[in-house]
């Protein structure tokens, strides 16, 4: 932990350059002479990193692991974090899993700590913008001993605003605690297309009205924890069958259509004083016609959010990496066409040397203006003042242990999580099911790789959850694409049982996991569906008795739903989308707001 000293030593200059007479959460307004007076003493070069938020490898600041000190040499030229700092005085950072970020909460208080460090000791320091994606549900870079919560389209199911707001608040409180205090969350999409592969249930929904209502409850949640939240993806992302990650996808949306749906939980965010917003690479002809992503257009960034949607708060893309925004121009291009498109941050470019030396001469050959970045960074300091990270940019180990993954926490996600359990079949009243006749309960089925920090693989957690629940629950996995010979592994097995959980995900017609239900359900035994990720199975198997949706595939849904089949909850979730009929897709076969209980 850095000492006393060191603290007072990296922001004294700027902390009394800001002093606003408050130091309570968006208490007051950041004093724009102020924060203008110091951009006017910032070098152009330092002007530019600012802007820019920015993967690093390892789990240190200055010491990571030699693998990841590899990493970094490669990709981007430095060695460590307060490398990368020094060299591109970036603005932001953003953690991953992957980039071995986030091994524990101490450690990633110490990381951020370092971070904050290395940037406040440069001359003119800044605090940094610490950034993550912690949706919850399926997409969470920090994991147990955090407290994870359902996801969009669980909370969607709950219905519950107040959830909302309890999640935004818990998490942002952890964030905080941890040293970040920038969320890639929530997701305000309008999730209305079954074949939606990058949103689906990141999403609160397919009704613009319920989006948006728990899109706002959870921003206020994160600001009430001085944690700035991101509604993604503007304009929105919820109807297409492509990932922008790798391809670019098209909106094919009316403009009055695009009125009534995508911008609807927009509005609400930009009403609830959002912090920033995210990009989406996606072109939305009926908004501009030009061919160009919706990162990249100045009609839509700046005509309709800025203009109509009166927006002044943080505009950041989404990855630069992705292939929806690389397309059409190169890397070179991108940075500086998102910037003249009304951009304010530029998150994590596949070459930061060529995107930083990219907008650096833009500015020099005059296509972008030195007054231009001016105006992204005030945002940016305006944003960094609000969050009090002149005054407190470090954490403490003792703040972690007093908030991360406490009882209290724990326990309020596992009551939200009981009220988003969907049950959609319930044939002969077969759920709950009774521990003195169905006793010897076999769980099978997919066993995705487990959201980042869960404890996995789903059917060994549903397994040990039914145990705990006084079942004799044993667990098979048979994966999303189970063979003949695991197919038949599994009947034999369901043969010997007297009742048979299967978790589904994302079923097709031609998929082995609809032949592996089909089978089970011949046997005899009674069968138990869960839908582990998007709910639109039970379509696709309507020979089973008892079918549930729990959105994903985390502990604490999985949990959640095996108190519901024990009976100790009863089952309260309602679908917040639609699942049309397997045979026709134009038909509806449960409507929004369908739910059984019991």
Not at 9 to 27: D, E, K, N, R, S
Not at 196 to 212: L, Y
Request: aromatic share 4%; glycine share 8%.
């Amino acid at each position: 932990m850095p000492s006393r000293r060191t603290v007072l030593a990296a922001t004294a200059g700027v902390t009394a350059a800001l002093a606003t007479g408050t130091t309570t959460a968006y208490a007051g307004t950041p004093d724009d002479k102020k924060l203008r007076a110091l951009i006017s003493r910032m070098t152009l070069e330092e002007k530019v990193g600012q802007l820019f938020v920015m993967r690093v490898y390892g789990h240190s600041a200055t010491a990571p692991d030699q693998t990841d000190i590899d990493a970094n040499l490669k990709e981007i030229g430095v060695r460590t974090a307060a490398e990368l700092i020094a060299k591109y005085r970036v603005g932001g950072i953003i953690y991953f899993t992957w980039a071995h970020n986030t091994r524990d909460p101490h450690q990633i208080a110490d990381l951020s700590n370092g971070i904050q460090r290395a940037s406040l000791t440069q001359p003119r320091g800044l605090p940094v913008l610490v950034a993550t994606d912690q949706e919850h549900g399926i997409v969470c870079r920090v994991g147990a001993p955090a407290t994870l919560f359902p996801g969009a389209m669980a909370i969607g199911a709950g219905g519950s605003r107040k959830d909302a707001h309890t999640l935004g608040r818990v998490s942002g409180a952890e964030l905080r605690a941890i040293g970040i205090n920038q969320d890639y969350s929530p997701d305000a999409d309008v999730n209305v297309n079954p074949a939606n592969p990058v949103i689906g249930v990141r999403s609160f929904g397919a009704d613009p009205d319920a989006v948006a209502g728990l899109v706002a409850a959870e921003v206020a949640g994160y600001r009430r924890s001085s944690v700035a939240a991101t509604a993604k993806h503007f304009p929105g992302h919820g109807d297409t069958a492509v990932d922008s990650h790798y391809g670019f996808p098209v909106i094919t949306h009316s403009r009055e259509l695009w009125e009534k749906l995508d911008a609807v939980p927009f509005r609400a965010a930009v009403d609830a004083r959002i912090d920033s917003i995210m990009t989406a690479h996606i072109m939305v002809p009926a908004l501009d016609d030009s061919g160009d992503p919706a990162t990249l257009s100045h009609p839509i960034l700046t005509g309709i959010l800025r203009g109509e949607l009166g927006y002044d708060g943080v505009v950041v893309t989404d990855s630069l990496g992705m292939e929806g925004v690389r397309t059409k121009y190169g890397d070179d291009r991108v940075p500086v066409l998102a910037l003249k498109a009304g951009v304010d941050q530029l998150l994590n470019p596949p070459d930061l040397a060529v995107a930083w030396n990219a907008v650096l001469k833009a500015v020099r050959d005059g296509e972008l203006t030195e007054a231009r970045l001016d105006e992204s960074i005030l945002r940016i300091l305006k944003l960094k003042a609000g969050l009090r990270l002149f005054d407190e940019p470090y954490v403490s180990h003792g703040g972690v242990d007093r908030t991360v993954g406490t009882a209290s926490h724990l326990a309020a996600a596992d009551r939200i999580a009981e009220r988003t359990t969907t049950l959609l079949v319930n044939k002969g009243r077969l759920l709950p099911l009774s521990r003195r006749t169905h006793r010897k309960v076999l769980v099978v089925g997919a066993d995705p790789a487990s959201p980042s920090g869960t404890t996995g693989p789903p059917t060994g957690v549903l397994a040990t959850a039914l145990t705990e629940l006084g079942f004799t629950a044993t667990a098979l996995s048979t994966g999303t694409a189970p063979s003949a010979a695991t197919i038949a592994t599994a009947v034999a097995a369901a043969r010997e049982a007297d009742a048979v959980v299967v978790g589904t995900y994302n079923v097709t017609a031609a998929s082995s996991q609809k032949t592996l239900v089909e089978q089970l359900v011949a046997t005899g035994r009674p069968v138990v569906a869960i839908a582990i990720r998007n709910p639109y199975d039970v379509a696709q198997l309507p020979s089973v008795p008892a079918h549930l949706a729990s959105y994903s595939w985390t502990d604490v849904e999985l949990r959640a739903a095996a108190r519901v089949i024990a009976g100790k909850v009863a089952p309260r979730g309602r679908l917040p989308v639609p699942v049309q009929r397997a045979d026709d897709p134009a038909a509806v076969l449960y409507p929004i707001g369908y739910g059984l209980s019991y």
